[in-house]
């Protein structure tokens, strides 16, 4: 899986830091997403899928494989 993010998107609701946060962080500036992860190993796949889905402003982008 490789995790790209859009920042532009991002409105710093923190839902996929809830989610996945061995895989995103927030700026502490603006709340912004952080990637800190872009390849997060197959145990955390399920983790980052959710935090995908639940993002309100769709920053998220997966492509599996």
């Known amino acids: 899986m490789k ?7 991002c409105c710093g609701a923190g839902s996929c830091v809830l989610a ?14 952080v990637l800190l992860d872009a390849e997060p190993t197959e145990d955390q796949h399920t983790a980052v899928r959710d935090a995908a889905a ?12």
């Open 3 to 9: 995790v790209t993010v859009d920042e532009d998107k």
């Open 20 to 33: 996945a946060p061995d895989v995103f962080d927030q700026r502490d500036e603006d709340g912004i997403v």
């Open 54 to 65: 639940v993002c309100p402003a769709a920053a998220i982008a997966l492509t599996e494989g």
